[in-house]
């Protein structure tokens, strides 16, 4: 029996983080069929947010971050282009410098020293008090994703238990509009 031996290739694929803006009619059914595009097809949503953005027009902003090959990504947003509902789709990752927020509602609970370490920790990420009672705080928090999960990683330390995130609001730099 002649085996061969084929050298085994090495491919390297890279996985790229995008933010997608998918500008929609608002109307019924929308956000499922765009959901439904990406779960058809196995693709993550790492961060979803939709909100009306041009009330007299009904128009919707679905902002997206996903992750994928470079082939995914341009297939994820070919697909989305099909949507009727669909008006345009605007990648803010190749747009350029992007800003990106994210809203957290923190509750931490604790007494004594935990409870002043997590007013200092508040403080110095310039997280706002929005409730307090003798054994607990919520703290409201907008930065970067990473900003709110190192917040939330050091609020673990002195007594977290509850976390709301809203997901990532994106908007270009500069003049242009989506």
Do not use: C, W
């Not at 997608?20 to 947010?49: C, H, K, M, Q």
């Not at 604790?110 to 997590?118: Q, V």
């Amino acid at each position: 029996m002649n085996t061969s031996h084929y050298p085994s290739a090495t491919y390297a694929v890279t996985i790229e983080r995008r933010t997608l803006a998918v500008i929609v009619d608002n109307e019924p059914g929308v956000l499922a069929r765009v959901i439904g595009l990406f779960s058809a097809r196995g693709y993550n949503i790492e961060s979803l947010t939709v909100s009306e953005t041009e009330h007299d027009k009904h128009i919707s902003r679905i902002t997206i971050v996903t992750a994928g090959t470079p082939q995914i990504l341009e297939q994820i947003k070919h697909q989305l282009d099909r949507l009727v509902p669909v008006h345009r789709i605007v990648d803010l990752t190749q747009e350029g410098d992007t800003l990106e927020r994210e809203l957290a509602l923190v509750k931490v609970r604790g007494t004594g020293e935990k409870r002043l370490e997590s007013m200092r920790l508040a403080q110095a990420f310039g997280a706002k008090m929005v409730d307090a009672t003798l054994e607990s705080f919520v703290f409201e928090l907008t930065g970067t994703s990473d900003e709110v999960e190192r917040f939330i990683r050091l609020m673990a330390s002195v007594g977290l238990t509850e976390v709301a995130r809203t997901g990532i609001a994106a908007l270009a730099r500069g003049a242009a509009g989506v």
